[in-house]
């Protein structure tokens, strides 16, 4: 939920009970006002028939006329209000009420139930008459239901219009209140949000609440820790990659230089001794054949080796041709199973030879992995250079329509080596790596990283 809404909901909510307590107290002091005046009157009604009692004990009046009702009819009565005497059986005797007005019935029917059910059952005063120790009767007094919630609603009709109006008024006021105070939120959310994104550039501005603004000091401090960790991790990662290939490279130069030309040489001297043995001894033909033979075999595995150390297209050819060269080989591996496809555009070429050699090798695990487990018909890639934001950006795309069952769990190990070294050369570059299965079916790969940045 929403804070602004959420703290307006409790703001209204406690408005609401502290109407709803002023109500209950309103309706409460109604109450005994009407208990106050059920007393007085059983309280008048008593003294007036003990007098009579008295009367009667002094033989100045008839016991046969007890109780003199005529002066308890000629007492003023409340709209509603009831007085009665209950003799000892507990029996009435005598009632006397007081009629309802149309002004005593307004209150509302859901206002009069819950108003019987908590309040008019204490309403109701009685006194016993008794005189010489003898008990004669109780005078009981109380109000019908309706009187008396009529009374209470009076008090409290115009509390509840006022009432309503006025959380209305608090409730749009203090939604703006807490909307403006809680305006830096908004701010702070979106550098959340960057954070997420891994955009370590975005700061928040002080503000004046104390506790928002030390939320921004820690987020300004923690986003420039991670800015500073960050970019030691990718110079760190670009070292260590960049003098993997450059070791790479050098093995690879000294294994063309030595290994390769004593193997050449190997391979003459071989190819001689079949001749000379062709014509002198012809029983060491076959043997100088094989040997002839073993030597070349060697030399093949001698040049892929060279080529998965430091293919010799990247620098004499270009990363684009050495993509090409890598594409065609898979197409020539897969025997018409999967078709591979390379599509390129702007300036890649223009690439130092380290980067050149992490996006060939990028491609390369990433073709190999499709190869091995999307079981895919069409695998593409997608090499270009662009403009993002004032700055020069490279962006590497893999993907395939896997259609095998390895293509709906994804064509790449989650945690396989390949996905790692691949995170690790794109960190090297400084650049952003996504790699999971597509709402579409198949899966796909995304490299971006800037071509202005160290090392690219």
Request: some cysteine.
């Given at each position: 939920?929403?804070l602004?809404?959420?703290?307006?909901?409790?703001i209204t909510?406690?408005?609401v009970?502290c109407?709803?307590?002023g109500?209950?107290l309103?309706?409460?002091?109604?109450a005994l006002?009407a208990?106050?005046?059920?007393?007085?009157?059983?309280?008048?009604v008593?003294?007036?028939?003990?007098?009579q009692?008295?009367r009667?004990?002094r033989?100045?009046?008839i016991?046969?006329?007890?109780?003199?009702?005529?002066?308890v009819?000629?007492?003023?009565?409340?709209?509603?209000?009831?007085?009665?005497?209950?003799?000892?059986?507990g029996l009435?005797?005598r009632?006397?009420?007081?009629g309802?007005?149309?002004e005593?019935?307004?209150?509302?029917?859901?206002f009069v139930w819950p108003y019987r059910?908590?309040i008019?059952?204490?309403?109701?005063?009685?006194?016993p008459i008794?005189?010489r120790?003898?008990?004669?009767g109780?005078?009981?007094?109380?109000?019908?239901t309706?009187a008396?919630?009529?009374?209470?609603w009076?008090?409290?009709?115009?509390l509840?219009?006022?009432a309503?109006?006025l959380?209305?008024?608090?409730?749009?006021?203090?939604?703006?209140?807490?909307?403006r105070?809680?305006l830096p939120?908004?701010q702070?959310?979106?550098?959340?949000?960057?954070?997420?994104?891994?955009d370590?550039?975005?700061?928040?501005?002080?503000?004046?609440?104390?506790?928002?603004?030390?939320?921004?000091q820690?987020?300004?401090a923690?986003?420039?820790?991670?800015?500073?960790?960050?970019?030691?991790?990718?110079?760190?990662?670009?070292?260590?990659?960049?003098a993997?290939?450059?070791?790479r490279r050098?093995?690879?130069r000294?294994?063309h230089?030595?290994?390769?030309?004593?193997?050449?040489?190997l391979?003459a001297?071989?190819?001689?001794?079949?001749?000379?043995?062709?014509r002198?001894?012809?029983?060491?033909?076959g043997?100088?054949r094989?040997?002839?033979?073993?030597?070349?075999d060697?030399m093949?595995?001698?040049?892929?080796t060279l080529?998965?150390?430091?293919p010799?297209?990247?620098?004499?050819?270009g990363?684009i041709?050495?993509?090409?060269?890598l594409?065609a080989?898979?197409?020539?591996?897969?025997?018409?199973?999967?078709?591979f496809?390379i599509?390129t555009s702007?300036?890649?070429e223009d690439?130092?030879?380290?980067?050149s050699?992490?996006?060939?090798?990028?491609?390369?695990?990433?073709?190999?992995?499709?190869s091995?487990?999307?079981?895919?018909?069409t695998?593409?890639v997608?090499?270009s250079?662009?403009?993002?934001n004032k700055?020069?950006?490279?962006?590497?795309?893999v993907?395939?329509?896997g259609v095998?069952?390895?293509?709906?769990?994804g064509?790449?190990?989650?945690?396989g080596a390949g996905?790692?070294?691949?995170?690790?050369?794109?960190m090297?570059?400084s650049?952003?790596?996504?790699?999971?299965?597509?709402p579409?079916?198949?899966?796909g790969?995304?490299?971006e990283?800037?071509?202005?940045?160290?090392?690219?």
């Amino acid at each position: 939920m929403d804070l602004k809404w959420l703290l307006v909901r409790r703001i209204t909510s406690v408005a609401v009970a502290c109407f709803a307590a002023g109500a209950a107290l309103a309706i409460y002091q109604a109450a005994l006002k009407a208990q106050h005046r059920n007393t007085e009157l059983t309280e008048l009604v008593g003294r007036q028939l003990d007098l009579q009692l008295s009367r009667i004990g002094r033989s100045t009046d008839i016991p046969s006329n007890f109780p003199d009702w005529d002066l308890v009819t000629s007492l003023a009565l409340q709209p509603g209000q009831c007085v009665e005497l209950l003799g000892q059986d507990g029996l009435a005797k005598r009632l006397n009420c007081a009629g309802l007005n149309a002004e005593a019935t307004s209150a509302p029917e859901w206002f009069v139930w819950p108003y019987r059910a908590v309040i008019n059952d204490r309403l109701m005063a009685s006194r016993p008459i008794s005189f010489r120790g003898v008990t004669y009767g109780t005078v009981v007094a109380y109000y019908d239901t309706v009187a008396t919630a009529s009374a209470a609603w009076v008090t409290f009709a115009p509390l509840l219009g006022f009432a309503a109006g006025l959380v209305a008024i608090l409730c749009l006021v203090t939604y703006f209140v807490i909307d403006r105070a809680l305006l830096p939120t908004t701010q702070i959310l979106a550098g959340l949000n960057g954070l997420a994104r891994g955009d370590l550039t975005c700061r928040l501005p002080q503000v004046r609440l104390a506790e928002l603004n030390r939320i921004s000091q820690v987020f300004n401090a923690l986003s420039r820790d991670l800015s500073i960790a960050t970019a030691e991790r990718a110079e760190l990662a670009r070292q260590l990659v960049d003098a993997q290939e450059q070791e790479r490279r050098h093995i690879a130069r000294e294994l063309h230089d030595e290994i390769a030309q004593k193997l050449s040489a190997l391979n003459a001297h071989a190819a001689c001794l079949r001749t000379r043995a062709q014509r002198e001894a012809p029983a060491l033909a076959g043997e100088a054949r094989e040997l002839e033979k073993m030597t070349s075999d060697s030399m093949l595995t001698l040049r892929r080796t060279l080529t998965y150390l430091r293919p010799q297209e990247i620098d004499d050819l270009g990363l684009i041709q050495s993509l090409e060269a890598l594409v065609a080989q898979h197409n020539k591996t897969a025997g018409g199973r999967t078709a591979f496809k390379i599509e390129t555009s702007g300036p890649v070429e223009d690439l130092r030879a380290e980067t050149s050699a992490h996006v060939y090798r990028i491609v390369q695990e990433a073709l190999t992995n499709a190869s091995k487990h999307a079981n895919a018909r069409t695998v593409q890639v997608l090499l270009s250079q662009g403009s993002d934001n004032k700055r020069e950006t490279i962006r590497l795309s893999v993907i395939d329509d896997g259609v095998g069952s390895n293509a709906v769990e994804g064509s790449m190990p989650p945690a396989g080596a390949g996905l790692i070294g691949m995170r690790e050369r794109v960190m090297a570059l400084s650049g952003s790596f996504s790699a999971g299965p597509l709402p579409s079916g198949g899966f796909g790969l995304e490299v971006e990283f800037p071509t202005l940045q160290r090392g690219a």
